[in-house]
């Protein structure tokens, strides 16, 4: 079965950095494309950015120059590197990949609060 586990989330000062992990079993993820995903109460889902197998990147407007993916093909595991935190970043993180359907991770909390 596939599962994905994301951790690193946790209380945050605004300006400040956090990294996100998302561990994937019952998937080889070598070959498939990686998204962070992340939902706000209250509001949609939104796609945060995404990385192909070929290592290629894209990034919501919003998170542009601030955030950085990337993946460790040889952990099976996809990162989230979250520098200059704003309170609107506030929202729960979620990892996310398609094999036929879109499987998703439990999410991290992550809050960016003074």
């Known amino acids: 079965q596939v599962q994905l586990v994301e951790s690193g989330g946790g209380l945050v000062q605004p300006g400040g950095p956090l990294r996100l992990s998302c561990a994937a079993s019952g998937i080889v993820i070598s070959i498939y494309a990686m998204d962070w995903y992340r939902q706000a109460p209250g509001k949609q889902r939104e796609l945060v950015a995404t990385?192909?197998?070929?290592?290629?990147?894209n990034y919501a407007d919003f998170v542009k120059g601030r955030f950085t993916i990337s993946r460790d093909n040889a952990k099976n595991s996809v990162y989230l590197q979250m520098n200059s935190l704003k309170p609107e970043d506030t929202a729960v993180y979620y990892c996310s990949v398609v094999r036929v359907i879109r499987y998703w991770g439990q999410g991290t909390q992550v809050t960016v609060s003074s």
């Open positions: 990385i192909t197998s070929g290592g290629f990147t």
